[in-house]
């Protein structure tokens, strides 16, 4: 059954369950060169440098409605990102409906929610192949709060906000709260996947897999694209300037790349 506003259990005090979001995105990019992966690696450093992360995390502030304490941000080199929000609970008129809910969350500019304590973080890691022409780009955000709302509302958001070929996910509950009985409450809404806060569109993207161990309030889900376009993959070109060859040795290359990460080891094919 599921809860709502009127029906949410009285506690006892403060709602000390912590809830953790960690959001791992990649994008995979082909360059034979050395000037190609120096070109990638500038577009990516420019294209999610701090200032740009700082508007992102930020956004995902208003999404789970908390005030911005303290940023910190910082440009790396030769390459890679970092921004860590320091947050605190925003003003809330009543209990969100959305928080009791396994749905997709808002974008900016819609309804705001409910946070406590909290922190976010993201990190950036351009990453290349020394031999085989592949360059990477991951970026994990962490999403942390105390309280009420789950920070799986800022899901939907951070999604669209990267351009990503593979996503993992995971979602965890820790700590207990207490209801006004005193009886131990180790989570506080329902949730059985955390595809179920990606909106179908989105899902219908992508080939998922959900790895949850229920009993320990531990959700894992990763995400691989379906669909490949060789093109989507190039940096500065098209596959027409290539042999059949060349498409085939590339696109081979890469989808291996891709599975790897996706399946979390390396793999050999006979």
């Known amino acids: 059954m599921k809860l709502t506003p009127e029906q949410r259990i009285t506690l006892h005090g403060f709602n000390n369950l912590t809830k953790s979001l960690s959001f791992n995105m990649y994008d995979i990019c082909y360059t034979k060169t050395k000037q190609e992966r120096e070109a990638y690696i500038e577009y990516i450093d420019e294209q999610y440098n701090a200032d740009r992360l700082t508007k992102i995390l930020k956004h995902v502030s208003d999404i789970i409605g908390a005030h911005v304490l303290n940023v910190a941000k910082q440009d790396y080199e030769p390459q890679g990102s970092s921004v860590t929000m320091l947050v605190s609970e925003g003003p809330v008129a009543g209990a969100p409906t959305e928080s009791f809910e396994e749905s997709p ?3 900016p500019d819609s309804v705001v929610m409910h946070l406590d304590k909290s922190h976010i973080t993201v990190h950036t890691y351009p990453e ?32 669209r906000s990267f351009d990503t070929d593979i996503m993992t996910m995971d979602y965890r509950v820790r700590g207990f709260t207490r209801d006004i009985s005193g009886h131990k409450l180790f989570i506080d809404h329902e949730i059985s996947s955390i595809q179920n806060y990606i909106p179908a569109e989105i899902k219908d993207l992508y080939d998922m897999i959900d790895v949850n161990v229920y009993q320990e309030n531990i959700f894992h889900t990763k995400c691989k694209l379906r669909e490949f376009d060789l093109n989507n993959y190039l940096f500065g070109y098209t596959k027409d300037k290539l042999s059949a060859k ?9 989808k291996w790349e891709m599975d790897e990460i996706f399946y979390g080891k390396n793999i050999v094919y006979s």
């Open 246 to 254: 060349e498409q085939k040795d590339i696109t081979e290359s890469l």
């Open 105 to 107: 969350g808002p974008l």
């Open 128 to 159: 290349y192949h020394p031999d085989e022409g592949i360059s990477t780009f991951r970026a994990d955000i962490d999403v942390s709060t105390c309280g009420e709302i789950s920070p799986l509302k800022a899901l939907n958001y951070m999604i």
